[in-house]
């Protein structure tokens, strides 16, 4: 794999490498949250509680619509009164009936599965909330059933669209009672994500930049990517999605315990113990800088283990700390990142900030426009 450290840092080039301009579409992430929360509140997302506590709250869509669910699962936590579930399949489950709730979430407001699922609630006589682009089918199904519908910006990608598509679920949320303060969260969340978006601006350079200091260590190894909370576990899920659609990138991404004991068994293998004794150890792990046009071709594991602190239970911090020492003992390199803030959202944002620039400065490193999706809209052509 050529990599190109210099782009990184060259003004003319990091802008041709990003014809699409989808650095400045993540850096609205801030201001996503704050504008949607109060088309949120309009639309009337807030009084989805009006009628009392759900049995269940079933959060419907996928690809950027799936990651808006992980953040309001997050947000729930444990302490949820009434589960909250996001449902990544076409049908609504059998269970699904007049009691519970069900938020249809689609970015571009056309996907065959959200808009079954608002017609299918609607028929099952659920309360409804959809989130999507004003003018779309969703549009129109969310006007015949009598839900309440947040319009969001349908001309930002998709991948740079997940806090306009999860805030209206947060409000909701806070009006269902299933998380606990909300409205201070996303706040805390977007100055989370200001913030992030400073410090990995573009004319940042790599060496005070975290967003291209994770991109250049990610550079030629194959990412395992872990969670040790469910807010970690969101930010791992979506990581793994924004660097597969943005750098076109395959990475392992799970959650201790679960499925990550029995992923580390890949430490042993041919990315893992067996690499590193064919490059004779992992000292050029740590030189970011080094010049890689001599590098043995051997793709490597990196485990990027995202820690939260205060938030983990017990038994994953030890084996989160297990898992680093396992890592070193075979050569595996290891990145560790920490959730920072007090709300799980804006945890969730402070790894997701920073994760969402990685992929794009990954994905200018070796050479990949990061706007393009060939492969998914071959997908949806031939289908």
Known sequence: MYVDERVLDESERLAAADPGGLLRELATGGRQIRETWRLAEEAGAGRLGADGRPRAVLVVGTGAAAGAADVLVAAAGATSPVPVIGHHDHGLPGWVGVADVVLAVSGSGR??????????????????LAVGPADTPLHYLAERARASFVAIDGARPERAS??????PLLVAGAALGVCRDVAAGVEAAAARLEEIATRSRPSSESFVNPAKLLALELAGTLPMIWGTSPATAAAASRAATQLAVTAKYPVLHGGLP???????????????ARAAAATGGDDELDDFFRDRADDQLTTRLRLILLRDPGNEHPDVSRRADASVRVAAERGVGVTELSAAGSHPVERLASLVGLLDYASVYLAMLIGIDPSLEPAIHDLDRIH
């Open 111 to 128: 996907s065959p599965l959200t808009l079954n699922a608002v017609e299918d609630a609607d028929r099952r006589g659920c309360r409804v």
């Open 258 to 272: 679960h499925p990550a004991i029995y992923q580390i068994a890949a430490f042993d293998g041919v990315f893992g």
């Open 162 to 167: 997940l806090w306009a598509l999860a805030t």
